[in-house]
């Protein structure tokens, strides 16, 4: 029966139009969201092949997508590269996309904004050592990398050690 007269695969198109409407999705992610949805693998994969012919579907769109929300949150290199892998964006030409999309300087920026925006929940009341560790903490769970993290405490290192600038007169 040709695609276009069979309910169930025009029931997946539906449902997978549904799905890209609200956000890019990779191939992986939608075949197993319209599977898990009770869509046989058949219909999924006709359904996924119709998609990508048509363009609503796109691993490097939906890896792009993805950097910039991630980069949006605050998040670095270590935790969007788990988010690609986890919705199947890996291999080289998405850790090249990657690295073309957020470079080391890039990312030590989201990780000051990151440690700014949270800074004063974290260090309520503590001593520079004590302060010291939980922005380590707090960058590494939101997945910046040991170098970035590094650079920005030592730079913090710097300002705590040259102490609070003298009134101006």
């Known amino acids: 029966m040709p695609p276009e007269n069979d309910a169930a695969y025009r029931k997946a198109l539906r449902r997978a139009l549904h799905l890209l409407a609200r956000r890019d999705h990779s191939v992986w992610e939608l075949r197993g969201k319209l599977e898990a949805k009770g869509v046989s693998v058949e219909a999924a994969q006709r359904v996924v092949a119709e998609c990508l012919r048509a363009g609503y579907l796109n691993d490097e769109r939906a890896a792009c997508a993805l950097i910039e929300r991630f ?3 605050g ?3 270590r935790r969007i590269r788990f988010e690609l892998r ?3 964006l890996s291999g080289d030409p998405f850790t090249r996309l990657l690295a073309s999309r957020l470079g080391p300087e890039e990312e030590l920026g989201l ?3 990151a440690l700014e925006r949270k800074s004063k929940a974290l260090a309520a009341g ?10 380590y903490r707090f960058l590494s769970g939101r997945g910046f990398t040991e170098s970035s993290i590094r650079r920005l405490l030592d730079e913090l290192d710097s300002v705590e050690r040259q102490g609070p600038e003298p009134p101006a007169t």
């Open 71 to 73: 980069k949006h949150k």
């Open 75 to 77: 998040c670095g290199i």
């Open 86 to 88: 986890q919705r199947g």
């Open 111 to 113: 990780a000051r904004r």
């Open 126 to 135: 503590e001593g520079w050592p004590a302060q010291k560790s939980r922005f």
